[in-house]
T-cell receptor, first 116, second 114 residues
Framework: AQTVTQSQPEMSVQEAETVTLSCTYDTSESNYYLFWYKQPPSRQMILVIRQEAYKQQNATENRFSVNFQKAAKSFSLKISDSQLGDTAMYFCAFMKGGGSNYKLTFGKGTLLTVNP | NAGVTQTPKFRILKIGQSMTLQCTQDMNHNYMYWYRQDPGMGLKLIYYSVGAGITDKGEVPNGYNVSRSTTEDFPLRLELAAPSQTSVYFC?????????????FGDGTRLSIL
């Protein structure tokens, strides 16, 4: 079974600064996908970024980028130029690839507060 | 664009009551999922379905039932509500083949059992 660990329950950052959220995972699979989801106070689950394990290049989406270290089983999220609207819970999630049922395994989340 | 629609948004139940949480998607997605999110925790999978007529258990299925008679609908049934089922429930869907397809989530149902 897969496990996802987010070791930072809460973090805060000043507006316009950069913050990195940590995520580690444990799996014996070689084909898998990793995701970061954002959950603002509205409670919606919003996909922020995804990474295919077979790709060495780190994914980027505008101000969001990841540092994917496959050997270390680490998948951190970097948010640049933080904005007040980035305040949310952030969840790291794992999905086994290869024609599976595409279930997601989530970490417990990190509450990020962006301060003005 | 409706996406994934969950009803109701809030509900309070008494211990022992039953209810059905509704989930509908209009994207013709094959895969659908039910999660629960307890305070300070990530989402845990209750049940999932890979297509109409096919359902399977996730991590925490006890106390719940599901059905998938159509592609669009995936209701979650609580038969005998217990305080431990107080949680926020999320329904999600995704397209079929292609592991890079993300899950699309509904807005959640906050359920309290008193």
């Amino acid at each position: 079974a897969q496990t996802v660990t987010q070791s930072q329950p809460e973090m805060s950052v000043q507006e316009a600064e950069t913050v990195t959220l940590s995520c580690t995972y444990d799996t014996s699979e070689s084909n898998y996908y990793l995701f970061w989801y954002k959950q603002p106070p509205s409670r919606q689950m919003i996909l922020v970024i995804r990474q295919e394990a077979y790709k060495q290049q780190n994914a980027t989406e505008n101000r969001f980028s990841v540092n994917f270290q496959k050997a270390a089983k680490s998948f951190s999220l970097k948010i640049s130029d933080s904005q007040l609207g980035d305040t949310a819970m952030y969840f790291c999630a794992f999905m086994k690839g290869g024609g599976s049922n595409y279930k997601l395994t989530f970490g417990k989340g990190t509450l990020l507060t962006v301060n003005p | 664009n409706a996406g994934v629609t969950q009803t109701p948004k809030f509900r309070i139940l008494k211990i022992g009551q039953s209810m059905t949480l509704q989930c509908t998607q209009d994207m013709n997605h094959n895969y659908m999922y039910w999660y629960r999110q307890d305070p300070g925790m990530g989402l845990k999978l209750i049940y999932y379905s890979v297509g109409a007529g096919i359902t399977d258990k996730g991590e925490v299925p006890n106390g719940y039932n599901v059905s998938r008679s159509t592609t669009e609908d995936f209701p979650l049934r609580l038969e005998l509500a217990a305080p431990s089922q107080t949680s926020v429930y999320f329904c999600a869907s995704r397209e079929g083949q292609g592991a890079n397809q993300p899950q699309h989530f509904g807005d959640g149902t906050r359920l309290s059992i008193l």
